[in-house]
């Protein structure tokens, strides 16, 4: 069975760049334009993976980060967020709050696939 | 359309974040010190940031990431909103919309002068150009040198709970190579003290490989900055030596893999905590995340296959109609029943709020306050009114057109209205509200008014009207929608940039609307468009008129009246009826399309109103409602001006819509030449 990978952006066009790359590297992709819809959606099902952006309406990828951990479910589940290179404090902030990775925007599909298959344990 | 193309997915919503900056931006003008709308025009640059470099916009990306360190400083309290700065980025961002619609296009001059611009308006606070640059995990270089190496390392504590599972990271280490892996169990606690979410295994591995010291450090990479990793290079014999503690070699796969069951087993004592912290924004949240973005293409796809699903089913319903067959009757209620709930439906999908119309006004008004130097207040109501959206697209033009005239000849500078004893703020009001089958959108403003006497003069100078000719105030004021015509005294950069009137008049025609004028001296003037609500299909009244049918808009129709024979006989020469003591014109459609057939006994009057006037038509029958699939007409019957479309009917024949604005004028037309006659 392959990983359920679930993504958070509110960039359309991000959304569908890591769920092509994803979804060819073998993977299944399910989308939220959120923090909030992220929440919902990972509580809703389970997610081997979780990747988000940071920076989004309503809830940001930081305090999604943080709901999710409060959740027993998500204990241990991987968490990626995609970050630029400028949002140093942002990334520790990230990882503060439980993140395991990041991917720096812009990022290369094969990065991507790269991180995804480190943090799942190939 | 290929939605799966990531450059166009990134133009449409790169246009999206654009109108989502430039419309913080506006609101930021009245309320500099908005948390919210600072932080949404960050956001709105930090992902057209993001976006664009990853699609290789790279002149965008690197353009815009000064915008948004600027307003990230504000955004962290760093620097204060300013006035200038909203401006700039005001600026900058019509630029950005450059750099997405030709990003190879030459723009370093422009760049750098807005650059120039937001750096002043910043005081010079803005950080130097950075170029935005992928810095990923880079691939190991592979390196013919095999060296050894001892890697010590411990993770934090919470280290699983946040999801790195330390067998990948060991399992990573031994793909670099030949690999000894012991596992330090000593800081495991006894089992009373034991929480098994937390990590207390330390490892010491040994690697012997060709990647060079930066492939382990990768390894790493996410949990550098929170572990101890010790690091060290070691003679290549040593690697036989070093297991001192053979029994735990093994040990790393089994001690950590209990955690993992035991994490998922008190899952359910927690999940009554954790259940109720859905927020009610979430909800709000998810109810707007039902919709689904479909291009416009495929709709009006859809639309099609409904207009000939619906000419299809009036086929089968006039089939049905003339058949004893009670199975295929009740077939034909059915599907006619079906087909209209459709039909309702796809008007519906097809509906978008005018708001999306309203909100590039915004700008509008701001760029031509700035450039007249008038202080100008936009006032929207109505923004949820819903209109079929190529109505919208098609009405942008004109309102742009009407706003600017609204603006340019209208208002009065400050002083002026000031003078005239007016608020020194002049308002234009956009509303738009819904009427029946119509939706009405009107500009309204509290200017000067249309100065009559100007219009008049104009005409007469350019041959419209003879000096003098008497014309009621109504038909004073159509004359502006003459071809050319431009009460301007001279042509400034607003008005006279090809569009004029006339042309705004063409399009709401062409849209089956009307436009109507109300112009008080002094008091401003308020221009209403009618809009029928949707394009596509209608509800029309089918008639008759000696062997030809033709459609009649239901919308536009009032009553339908008997023509009495006494009452035809009267009217002759005259085509004037009496309806409830008001004399209203009537045209007969036979001597119109000149039919030359002879009129039925029994003819019909069916009265069409635009709003104020009222023509009856005169036809042989009215056959009934229909609804109708309108099918545009070719180019060569750009001057058929009666008609505004065609469709088909059920069985298979055409039947020609009638064009009500161009009726109605025609019969006005007919009264005016009577009552200058008579």
Redo the contacts between chains.
């Keep these: 069975m392959s990983a359920k990978i679930l993504t958070v952006d509110?960039?359309?066009?991000?959304r569908?760049?890591t769920k092509?790359t994803l979804t060819n590297a073998g993977y299944e992709v399910t989308e939220?334009?959120?923090g909030?819809?992220g929440?919902?959606k990972a509580?809703a099902g389970h997610f081997d993976l979780i990747v988000t952006?940071l920076?989004?309406?309503?809830?940001d990828g930081l305090t999604m980060i943080e709901?999710l951990?409060?959740?027993?479910?998500h204990?241990?589940?991987?968490?990626i967020f995609?970050t630029?290179?400028?949002d140093a404090d942002l990334k520790?902030r990230a990882?503060a709050a439980?993140?395991?990775?990041?991917?720096?925007?812009?990022?290369?599909p094969e990065?991507l696939v790269?991180?995804t298959k480190?943090?799942?344990?190939? | 359309m290929n939605s799966l193309d990531p450059i166009a997915v990134f133009r449409t919503e790169a246009a999206e974040c654009l109108e989502q900056i430039e419309a913080g931006l506006l609101d930021l003008t009245h309320q500099l010190d908005d948390k919210a709308l600072i932080d949404a025009v960050f956001r709105g640059l930090h992902t057209l940031k993001g976006s664009g470099s990853m699609f290789g916009f790279d002149a965008l990306a690197g353009f815009t990431h000064h915008c948004e360190t600027a307003f990230d400083r504000v955004r962290k309290g760093q620097a204060p909103a300013t006035a200038e700065l909203v401006a700039a980025v005001l600026d900058a961002q019509d630029h950005m919309r450059a750099l997405v619609d030709d990003p190879n296009g030459n723009h370093e001059a422009t760049s750098q002068r807005l650059l120039a611009q937001l750096h002043a308006a910043v005081g010079g606070a803005g950080d130097a150009a950075k170029p935005v640059q992928a810095v990923a995990v880079t691939a190991p270089v592979v390196t013919d040198k095999r060296k050894t190496w001892r890697i010590r390392f411990s993770l934090p504590q919470n280290a699983m709970i946040n999801g790195t599972n330390p067998l990948g990271l060991l399992d990573e280490l031994r793909d670099l190579g030949e690999c000894r892996i012991l596992a330090n169990t000593s800081a495991i606690p006894p089992l009373s003290a034991l929480v098994p979410t937390e990590l207390h295994l330390s490892w010491d591995v040994t690697v012997t490989t060709e990647q060079p010291r930066s492939a382990i450090d990768d390894v790493f990479i996410f949990v550098m900055d929170d572990m101890q990793l010790d690091v060290e290079e070691i003679d290549g014999h040593a690697v036989a030596a070093t297991p001192d503690e053979p029994a735990v070699s093994a040990a790393p796969q089994a001690v950590v893999a209990p955690a993992a069951p035991a994490a998922a087993e008190i899952v359910p004592v927690k999940r009554e905590v954790a259940a109720p912290a859905a927020p009610v924004a979430d909800q709000r949240q998810a109810k707007a995340a039902e919709s689904v973005r479909v291009p416009a293409l495929r709709l009006d796809e859809l639309m099609d296959r409904v207009g000939e699903l619906v000419i299809a089913q009036s086929r089968l319903s006039q089939l049905a109609s003339a058949s004893a067959d009670i199975g295929l009757r009740s077939v034909s209620e059915e599907i006619e029943r079906l087909s209209g709930e459709l039909r309702d439906t796809m008007m519906v999908l097809r509906m978008v709020p005018v708001a999306s119309l309203f909100n590039r006004f915004r700008r509008l008004v701001h760029d031509l306050a700035r450039e007249t130097g008038k202080v100008i207040e936009l006032v929207t109501e109505g923004e949820t009114t819903e209109v079929d959206k190529t109505v919208i697209e098609r009405l942008a033009d004109p309102l742009v057109h009407l706003v600017r005239n609204s603006i340019d000849h209208g208002l009065e500078p400050p002083e002026e209205r000031l003078a005239a004893g007016k608020a020194e703020a002049g308002t234009i009001i956009l509303s738009a509200r819904q009427s029946g089958g119509e939706v009405i959108i009107s500009i309204k403003d509290d200017g000067r008014g249309i100065n009559r006497g100007r219009v008049r003069a104009k005409a007469e100078s350019s041959g419209l009207i003879q000096p003098g000719q008497q014309l009621s105030d109504a038909e004073l004021l159509q004359l502006i929608f003459a071809p050319g015509f431009s009460t301007a005294a001279q042509i400034t950069n607003l008005s006279g940039r090809g569009v004029g009137m006339d042309v705004v008049k063409q399009t709401v025609e062409t849209l089956r609307g009307t436009i109507d004028i109300v112009s008080l001296p002094g008091q401003g003037s308020d221009v209403s468009l009618r809009i029928p609500l949707t394009l596509a299909i209608i509800d029309g009244l089918l008639v008759r008129v000696g062997a030809g049918r033709y459609v009649i808009p239901l919308s536009a129709v009032e009553e339908c009246l008997e023509l009495s024979l006494e009452e035809d006989l009267r009217s002759r020469g005259r085509s004037f009826i009496s309806l409830r003591d008001s004399l209203v014109p009537f045209l007969r459609l036979r001597d119109v399309f000149r039919t030359g057939t002879k009129p039925d006994v029994h003819q019909k009057v069916v009265v069409i109103s635009t709003g104020t006037e009222r023509v009856g038509l005169v036809v042989d029958q009215i056959i009934g409602d229909h609804q109708t699939v309108i099918k545009s007409m070719s180019k060569l019957h750009n001057d058929v001006a009666h008609f505004s479309g065609a469709t088909i009917l059920g069985d298979g024949s055409v039947a020609l819509i009638l064009d009500v604005v161009h009726l109605v004028a025609a019969g006005q037309q007919q009264e005016a030449h009577l009552r200058a006659a008579g």
């Design positions: 509110d960039s359309a066009s991000i569908l760049t092509v939220a334009e959120n909030a819809e929440l919902d509580k952006d920076n989004m309406p309503v809830m709901e951990r409060k959740l027993p479910a204990m241990g589940v991987p968490i995609l630029t290179e400028s520790a990882k439980g993140a395991t990775g990041w991917l720096t925007k812009p990022f290369d990065n790269k991180i480190k943090v799942l344990g190939r």
